[in-house]
């Protein structure tokens, strides 16, 4: 009758802690419906910030192959500057190398497949579309605005 009870108690424990469970994982779900589209984005943006988008490894290969590796370099160490520059301006600049992003609230998904330029910077306020610009027109957007602020 012991071992009965045992049996009973063990499966029940089982059969309980197999409902119970939900999947824990730390990762956010990144798929959202867009546009009767399903899209799967690298990351998902809800708040306001200034992303700094820099080229993966793929990336530079690729224009490494289309510039040139003397040429890369130069531009890489221009970016370089630019990025410098930006984040003393805008410190809560968030630095990153993924090719979709997910801005949920705005029903906007950017992908950085679409632009020649792989060193990009999103503007994004909550409650508008994010606005994308390169390095150079951000950094002139940002010292042009410290300017006149003066």
């Known amino acids: 009758m012991k071992c009965l009870n045992r ?8 059969l309980i802690s197999t409902f119970s469970c939900t999947k824990t994982d ?8 867009h546009q009767d589209q399903k899209i799967k984005a ?6 306001s910030a200034v992303l700094l988008l820099s080229p993966d490894e793929k990336e530079i290969e690729e224009i490494k192959k289309k510039q040139g590796e003397d040429n890369f370099y130069t531009i890489a160490d221009d970016a370089n500057y ?7 301006a805008a410190p809560k600049t968030i630095y990153l190398n993924h090719r979709t992003i997910d ?7 950017f992908s950085k497949d679409k632009f020649e330029d792989k060193w990009i910077v999103i503007d994004y306020k909550e409650g508008a579309q994010p606005k994308i610009y390169s390095l150079v027109d951000y950094h002139r957007l940002i010292t042009e605005k410290q300017s006149s602020d003066r």
């Open 26 to 33: 730390n990762k956010p779900e990144v798929q959202k419906t």
């Open 103 to 109: 801005f949920p609230k705005e029903n906007y998904v």
């Open 82 to 88: 630019y990025s410098a520059e930006i984040d003393e």
């Open 42 to 47: 690298d990351t998902v943006i809800t708040t």
């Open 7 to 14: 049996i009973s108690i063990v499966s029940f424990s089982i």
